[in-house]
């Protein structure tokens, strides 16, 4: 039960957090108020074996039982006034837009937003930093955190010279449109540059939210299996850009570089792959003129 | 645990279409979920359930359509059932064929009164 308003809802919650400043919490959850004052009626639904409907206002009872399988079912009961309004939307519509509004503020103020999306541990952070030091002083970089707990990220980022806020998912495992609104307003972008919206680190539900972004990129490390691609192909099917970090590690480890690209094409045959190690700065030079080639398109 | 975002989003759905409707209770849900939308069947049942406790849906029949993934293969555009993005074409062996079912995530219809 939500712990501020009493309602059945868990009590989910995420903060947005500037490095040095103070906490600022948002109620992360939807109220719905709605009273039934001329009916009385109750109902059960969804036991595997047997099941009852009262309708004390239309005066008839009736109970059925069902066989061993737990099966699904319809039940018509015939209420004449009963009707279907056909929605058609779909589930995350919602988020769709709001993600659409965020792609319209980002090209306004002519911002580049990235996606970054991988599993924990893949070295995303690194990547930031590393990414922070080489393009300063040639490209303005601002940078979402999003982690379930902690400051460690944004701080990283903070020392690394770039304006960042933290998103403190609590137990959300994942990022939405709204969360990145709300802490798009906190970071106050002022000049044209490249947003990075570093993901909480999961390949399974960031996949299914838009965040408004122009480009997603997830990053595979080379200590995870190379069969990454099979395993989570949502994330890597609505990605554009596929960063396999930690080479220099290739050495010590199984994980075979063509297979891991040609399991990701199967899946997403326009991803394109940059092979770098954030460590030893292999390989960054060319993610950083992507990067640079990126934003000159944004105008 | 996507899922229970999703349950959350779908709630706001019924509710402003069911209200706009001037509908004072909805008998059933009906939603159809598709097997390569992302989310899982079961844990989306189970998400709705423990969405809609403690709302003015609590005592709504939830009915989850399952889609079947459907694809057309890109290069010899033969019709095949698909279970997996990876999968090939049971004709020609090509990946990436051009899905025509199974990605449904949406909120069908509701029966209101």
């Known amino acids: 039960m939500c712990g501020t308003c009493g309602c059945g809802q868990s009590d989910e ?57 737990d099966h699904s079912h319809q039940h018509a009961h015939g209420h004449a006034h009963s009707r279907e309004i056909i929605v058609e939307q779909n589930a995350l519509q919602k988020n769709d837009l709001l993600a659409e509004r965020n792609r319209g503020y ?26 922070i030091q080489l393009t ?10 999003g982690d379930q707990q902690t400051m460690q990220d944004a701080n ?16 959300g495992c994942h990022l939405d449109a709204t969360m990145v609104s709300k802490a798009c307003k906190q970071l106050n972008i ?18 299914l939210f838009d ?12 200590t995870e299996g190379d069969d990454k691609p099979l395993k989570y192909p949502t994330m890597f099917e609505t990605s554009d850009i596929c960063v396999i970090n930690k080479i220099d590690l290739l050495p010590y480890v199984d994980f075979d570089v063509e297979k891991s690209k040609e399991f990701a094409s199967r899946i997403n045959p326009n991803l394109k792959f940059f092979e770098v190690s954030a460590k030893s700065e292999e390989g960054l030079a060319d993610w950083v003129d992507w990067l640079k080639n990126e934003l000159k398109l944004v105008g | 645990m996507h899922e229970f975002s999703i349950a959350i989003n779908i709630i706001d759905i019924v509710t402003d279409a069911a209200e706009s409707q001037g509908a004072k209770k909805v008998n059933e849900i009906e939603l159809e979920i598709g097997d390569l939308s992302g989310v899982v069947y079961e844990a989306m049942e189970m998400a709705m359930e423990s969405a ?19 694809a057309k293969c890109s290069q010899c555009g033969k019709m095949f059932s698909i279970d997996n993005l990876f999968d090939q074409c049971p004709e020609c062996g090509a990946f990436n064929p051009v899905i025509q079912s199974g990605k449904e995530l949406k909120v069908k219809s509701l029966q209101v009164e």
């Open chain 1, 13 to 69: 919650s995420y903060k947005i957090i500037k490095p040095g400043e103070e906490e600022h919490s948002h109620h992360y959850h939807h109220h719905h108020d709605h009273t039934h004052d001329d009916e009385m009626h109750s109902h059960e639904h969804k036991h595997a074996y047997a099941h009852r409907h009262d309708h004390d206002d239309h005066g008839h009872t009736h109970e059925h039982s069902h066989g061993a399988d």
């Open chain 1, 190 to 207: 002022d000049k044209k540059g490249i947003l990075i919206i570093e993901n909480v680190g999961n390949l399974v539900c960031p996949s």
């Open chain 2, 52 to 70: 809609v406790s403690g709302t003015w849906l609590e005592n709504t029949n939830i009915t989850i359509t399952r889609i079947k993934g459907k």
């Open chain 1, 211 to 222: 965040l408004g972004e122009a480009k997603r990129v997830v990053i595979m490390s080379v």
């Open chain 1, 156 to 171: 990283r980022i903070n020392n690394a010279g770039a304006p960042v806020v933290q998103i403190n998912t609590g137990n």
């Open chain 1, 106 to 131: 980002f090209e306004a103020k002519g911002v580049l937003a990235i996606n970054l999306v991988s599993s924990p541990g893949s070295g995303k952070t690194t990547l930031l930093e590393k990414t």
């Open chain 1, 136 to 145: 300063k002083d040639q490209i303005n970089l601002y940078v979402i955190e």
